[in-house]
């Protein structure tokens, strides 16, 4: 009731009349600035909620700071796909991340080394050639979904690996082909890696544009008589130009260091890496001192003195310890060009086996592990977003009864069962275990959109339908 | 010639930040403190001279309200004439602590006021200068603090503004006596450098252009200002006129550190290359212009550094973090 009073225009709306022998009434809403009836009591954070639980109130973030005419809330509405939103979407919480403008970049690249992995697979297991262009024209086709890019792109913070990694889960199940645990932990495993071992060997910060370009170039090669797709794609390519094209060195520089925080402490070895001496046996990756410098840098090895007219008076040469020589050209950012950067081109092209290792790299888990135990109230603004990133993928359903076939990033199925069973408690992705929302309202909209997304033939044990994101997430 | 001495172990490791290492030492007790950010919170660790590690503590970013918990992007210690704050510097704002991290003296939040929705709000850059601590911020503006000599009544003085893009490092020199020009620099993001004159109002007195490469970290000494670059850069200008003076290709990639022995003048560069180099300043004595000679290079293998500081101001010995290493490298010359 004190919340209601402490606000000189809301009054609360008159009591019904006292009842004999019952305690009085708590006004059940308050009336608002405006001088009508507040329109939304169960959220309002002038009331006290009916069951007075001090968790719940917490979770919801408007209830930090006394509501201020013209504070609005923080949650976003959740579109249903195919529907227009209503109104401008309200903006993102200010940013802690060094950069907002990280998670297009991160997503992409993360979406094509995922293609290139499924695509070697799918040959290494002798998938049927339709089959397999099928599944990876349907994951294309909603990566690249028009809605969902327009999404990507607003400026936003990135997402916990955790969120990320629902993402890609349902992105790996947007078509027929089926994927176990072990095998989705894996894959993202060598998705991870791989475009962490490509920020850290990009030469200049601007270069991870070119690495996006190298993946785009590829997926379009994937992309096999869908001219419709073919347009998607092209269309991010020019979404990425204007976006990025013109950002200084400066920001390409935070967005570097934010993407390089994002994979802090990963170390897990990958064999192709491991073969290819790109990776060391204890994770880490070898940063080599020898070859083409960065273009616009010159090769370390000399000083250069200068008088007051800046006049050059002495040059004498050092020994640096590197063996540089310079950048022969620059890389194109066109729509089509030689992107020069080999970082980011298929390296699973020469059908060799993939596998993870995942011994030997809990040392340095030791702070991840607490990142993730320690529970995070504000998960569920987190999911808010993601439910209206996820709102904006359009998954085709499958015309016809199509067969699903279920895909084993393993050599055999043993494997895959002995890998889920021995997979270090810390490393795997775990999601935090979210009590159900008190919100009827957004659970329906979320279980709305979640039902858009189902495929006929699911074989799960509670096909309840219309999961709701949150029951999803603990099936993971 | 260095060599390699006993790691300390840190208990997360260092984030890809540039200037992401401080260094203080306190001879009375005969301990020297080292701090490195680790990503949402900062480690400050204790050592006694044969890098014994003593203790260590960890402090974190002040809350707000987000989707993950705010990021620290430097943590340094400012030698004042009567204290020594550490400051943390993060995307809410600004945290003063004691010098061992104990009590937090003073905080500040950032005014993201005119910020557009694309842009990163945070503060980066420490330095001192007299009983002044300046802090740079995300849109150029430099907040100078006025420090009491005891207690926790730290008032903000002033909002230098003299960039348009984010500051990256601040770096400043105690004043050379009555005819000294200038005594405070800062760089930013575009590669400009801001000369300033400390007082109870600081004016700016020189801008060196840059070349649209950022500046991540920069140094003064003795009227000379040493600038690292994103290009590999190092280079030594005249703190008074802007001539440049001296042009080192460094490195193969970004400088992320400088630091400056200055009793001996020994410049210390460090680079996303691997590659840590010393060099030797000084003023030739028929010309006057400032020589630089190349002392020493290591490479500390498979390591993308990203902060090194010396150890003591006579430069025999410093100290290096590496982007995902949960150690800090030492190195004593023999």
Request: proline fraction near 7%.
């Amino acid at each position: 009731m004190e919340g209601v009073a402490r606000m000189s225009w809301a009054r609360p709306s008159p009591l019904p009349p006292a009842r004999e022998g019952k305690p009085p009434r708590e006004p059940r809403t308050h009336t608002t600035y405006r001088g009508g009836r507040c329109r939304r009591p169960n959220q309002c954070p002038l009331r006290a909620p009916p069951n007075k639980r001090p968790a719940d109130w917490l979770l919801r973030p408007s209830a930090a700071l006394p509501w201020q005419p013209g504070n609005r809330t923080r949650r976003p509405s959740i579109q249903a796909s195919g529907s227009q939103s209503r109104g401008p979407s309200p903006a993102p919480p200010a940013s802690d991340t060094m950069s907002v403008r990280t998670l297009p970049l991160l997503f992409l690249n993360l979406g094509g080394e995922m293609l290139y992995i499924l695509d070697q697979r799918l040959r290494a297991q002798n998938i049927p050639g339709d089959k397999a262009r099928k599944v990876l024209n349907d994951i294309i086709s909603t990566m690249f979904n028009r809605k969902f890019m327009e999404e990507l792109f607003k400026p936003q913070e990135l997402y916990s690996k955790k969120a990320l990694r629902t993402i890609y889960d349902r992105l790996a199940h947007a078509s027929i082909m089926r994927l176990n645990q072990a095998s989705m932990d894996k894959l993202y495993d060598l998705m991870t890696m791989a475009f962490k071992y490509q920020v850290l060997l990009c030469p200049r910060p601007k270069d991870v544009l070119l690495v996006t370009f190298n993946h785009l170039d590829a997926i379009k090669g994937f992309i096999q008589d869908s001219p419709a797709i073919q347009h998607q794609v092209e269309e991010t390519f020019r979404q990425l130009t204007e976006v990025y094209g013109g950002l200084p060195a400066g920001e390409f520089q935070l967005i570097r260091q934010t993407l390089l925080i994002f994979f802090q402490d990963l170390h897990i070895r990958v064999s192709i890496f491991l073969k290819d001496k790109v990776q060391n046996s204890n994770g880490r990756f070898v940063l080599p001192v020898s070859g083409p410098v960065p273009w616009g840098t010159e090769v370390p090895g000399l000083i250069r003195m200068f008088n007051d007219k800046g006049k050059e008076v002495k040059k004498v040469e050092f020994k640096h310890g590197g063996h540089y020589v310079t950048a022969p050209k620059e890389g194109s950012f066109e729509l089509y060009g030689d992107r020069v950067l080999k970082l980011g081109t298929n390296m699973y092209s020469m059908n060799r086996p993939v596998e993870t290792h995942m011994s030997g790299a809990s040392k340095s888990l030791a702070s991840r592990t607490q990142e993730s135990i320690a529970p995070n109230p504000l998960a569920k603004e987190e999911l808010n977003f993601l439910a209206r990133l996820m709102g904006g993928m359009e998954i085709k359903k499958p015309s016809g009864p199509e067969p699903g076939f279920r895909l084993n990033l393993f050599t055999t199925d043993e494997e895959e069962e002995q890998a889920a069973l021995t997979r270090p408690e810390e490393l795997s992705y775990e999601v935090i275990n979210i009590q159900a929302t008190q919100d009827q309202q957004r659970n329906e909209e979320l279980a709305r959109i979640m039902g858009e997304f189902e495929v006929t033939d699911q074989p799960r044990q509670s096909a309840s339908k219309g999961d709701d994101l949150l029951a999803m997430m603990d099936e993971l | 010639m260095f060599r390699r001495e006993r790691s300390l172990p840190l208990r997360g490791s260092a984030a890809a930040l540039c200037n992401n290492l401080s260094v203080l030492q306190v001879p009375a007790r005969n301990l020297t403190h080292f701090g490195v950010v680790h990503g949402p919170s900062a480690q400050l660790l204790s050592a006694a001279p044969e890098g014994v590690p003593l203790a260590q503590r960890k402090l974190h970013a002040k809350e707000g309200a987000g989707v993950s918990p705010p990021l620290i992007t430097q943590v340094h210690w400012c030698v004042l004439p009567f204290r020594v704050l550490l400051v943390l510097t993060s995307h809410r704002g600004i945290q003063m602590y004691e010098s061992d991290g104990s009590v937090m003296v003073y905080w500040h939040a950032l005014d993201s006021g005119d910020a557009s929705p694309v842009q990163a709000v945070f503060a980066r850059g420490i330095a001192s200068s007299g009983r002044f601590i300046c802090v740079g911020t995300w849109s150029g503006r430099v907040l100078v603090f006025d420090i009491p000599a005891k207690g926790p009544n730290i008032v903000l003085s002033e909002e230098l503004a003299g960039h348009q893009t984010s500051v990256t490092d601040i770096a400043t020199e105690p004043a050379q006596g009555q005819d000294c020009v200038a005594d405070m620099v800062t760089a930013d993001d575009s590669g400009l450098l801001c000369v300033w004159r400390s007082g109870p109002e600081f004016k700016l007195m020189t801008q060196i252009p840059g070349f649209g490469v950022p500046c991540p970290s920069v140094q003064l000494w003795h009227g000379t200002v040493a600038a690292g670059y994103g290009d590999g850069q190092v280079r030594l200008y005249e703190a008074s006129t802007g001539t440049l003076h001296v042009q080192i290709s460094a490195h193969a990639r970004a400088i992320c550190a400088l630091d400056l022995a200055p009793e001996v003048g020994k410049l210390l560069s460090a680079a996303e290359d691997t590659f840590v180099h010393i060099w030797k300043l000084s003023r030739s004595p028929e010309s006057g212009h400032t020589e630089v000679e190349h002392c020493h290079g290591e490479c500390v293998p498979d390591t993308q550094v990203c902060g090194a500081r010396f150890c003591d101001p006579s430069g025999s010995s410093f100290a290096v973090t590496g982007y995902d290493l949960a150690e800090i490298l030492r190195f004593s010359s023999v």
